[in-house]
């Protein structure tokens, strides 16, 4: 760390331990007027123009600004009624601004707790950066299957046949990074998957190096149906151009295998990016990728070609009601079928948003996939309907996701809602009360 920073840092703390009111030696009882009046006195004393000397004058500047800090704080109301309570501290707390200048000192003081604590999470999580996934695969076919004819689905013995619903697998990742040092971050993630009885898992670990601002290279090593190594390195060519290199070594039951990854990226426009991707070894292939995201829509292509899969794809979303609702379609043509993808994604609440999407193809059949994001999670369903394309199914797949949602809203989020605006509405008047109570004994008294 440099000098400089050491000097502001130090200044910093000195002006944090200052005690305004002793600074213009007043009681914390002061009337604005002996407040201005202590600022005219100071100003004129420690403005730097009256001082010729260097040192004095430096001084006197450092002294000056403190006057004015002072002055803007024990001036303004709402400013000096959060500094009464909290202290410097209490200022230099993101979020003041939006807070209603009548507030009494306890709640000043409970609205800068709520304010620390979600300023303590977001520097955990830009630290940190965990994500999580969670999938559970739902095998629903059962529902939508012609069994034949209507006496064929009575039994004498067992009665009617009962749809069954099972979990075909489950998947779980998750990700975390430990800065190390300022150019120095470690990496650990790690997976788990199950389906029809047969899990499988990985742990990654990986260290991250910043080399400059234009390059960085991760070494990793790995183990999950066997050990391995691998090194990955980004460089940005120019100022629109980047390109990525990514190489592993795999020991498994067959031998060792190696594989290579490498993506060069450009950048259009300010809303439009290009990506080359060439894989070769374990899974070889080649595709290219331009996606373009604006304010109100995000579209994209992309074009894989590999063995025995290739594919092109579309997809197009669009932002309605100021970023609360979006549309999306996906369109996906290849050597081993066909899908198409319609969707829509709410917003919740602040931190959390709810995506239901049906999709339906050849040989996939027709898919209801919902997923729930919260803060950097992913909880993913994809429910399984039907294994051909029929309208009962599509249907079904369509309206039970709104119908579910407006019901869920209407029975259980808007009560809850309600309650807590009738809450603060109450404790407002509470609030209320005991502000005027002091007037209204002062008019009886009178």
Not at 370 to 375: C, E, H, L, N, P
Request: proline fraction near 4%; hydrophobic fraction near 35%; aromatic fraction near 10%.
């Amino acid at each position: 760390m440099s000098s400089d920073d050491n000097e502001s840092e130090l200044s910093h703390s000195v002006l944090q331990e200052d005690d305004y009111y002793a600074f213009f030696n007043l009681d914390r009882e002061a009337s604005p007027e002996e407040i201005t009046n202590a600022y005219r006195r100071f100003s004129r004393i420690y403005h730097p123009d009256k001082h010729t000397n260097p040192s004095e004058k430096s001084e006197a500047e450092m002294l000056f600004s403190k006057t004015k800090k002072a002055y803007e704080v024990l001036s303004d109301p709402h400013k000096r009624a959060i500094y009464d309570s909290l202290g410097v501290q209490g200022l230099e707390t993101e979020g003041w601004e939006i807070v209603q200048k009548t507030k009494t000192p306890q709640e000043i003081r409970e609205e800068y707790e709520r304010l620390a604590r979600e300023r303590n999470e977001r520097r955990l999580h830009q630290r940190t950066h965990p994500r999580g996934t969670l999938t559970v695969n739902i095998n629903a076919t059962d529902i939508f299957t012609d069994y034949g004819d209507f006496y064929d689905e009575l039994d004498e013995s067992e009665g009617w046949k009962i749809p069954t619903i099972e979990v075909t697998g489950m998947s779980l990742s998750q990700s975390i990074e430990v800065p190390l040092t300022l150019k120095d971050t470690a990496v650990l993630s790690g997976s788990l998957s199950t389906h029809n009885g047969t899990g499988s898992g990985t742990f990654n670990l990986a260290t991250r190096r910043l080399l400059s601002s234009k390059s960085s290279l991760e070494c990793s090593c790995f183990a999950g149906n066997g050990p391995g190594l691998g090194l990955k390195g980004f460089r940005r060519l120019t100022q629109y151009a980047f390109a990525t290199c990514d190489t592993q070594l795999h020991v498994t039951s067959s031998g060792l295998k190696a594989g290579l990854e490498t993506v060069l990226g450009y950048q259009f426009s300010t809303s439009t990016i290009g990506y080359f991707t060439w894989r070769a070894g374990m899974l070889a292939s080649m595709s290219t990728s331009v996606v373009k995201n604006t304010p109100t829509y995000s579209t994209g292509f992309n074009v894989y070609i590999a063995m025995p899969n290739s594919y092109a794809m579309v997809h197009y979303s669009r932002k309605m009601l100021k970023d609360e609702l979006r549309l999306k379609f996906v369109l996906k043509v290849g050597t081993l079928g066909s899908y198409f993808e319609y969707g829509v994604e709410k917003k919740v609440t602040e931190h959390t948003r709810l995506t239901a999407a049906v999709g339906c193809g050849y040989p996939s059949g027709i898919v209801l996939k919902v997923k729930i994001f919260r803060a950097s999670q992913v909880y993913a369903f994809p429910i399984h309907l039907c294994e051909d394309v029929a309208g009962a199914p599509l249907f079904y797949a369509t309206v039970t996701p709104l119908v579910v949602y407006l019901v869920v809203k209407k029975l259980i989020i808007d009560p809850i809602v309600r309650d807590q605006k009738s809450r603060d509405i109450e404790r407002q008047r509470e609030l209320n009360k005991t502000r005027l109570k002091p007037f209204s004994l002062s008019l009886y008294t009178d």
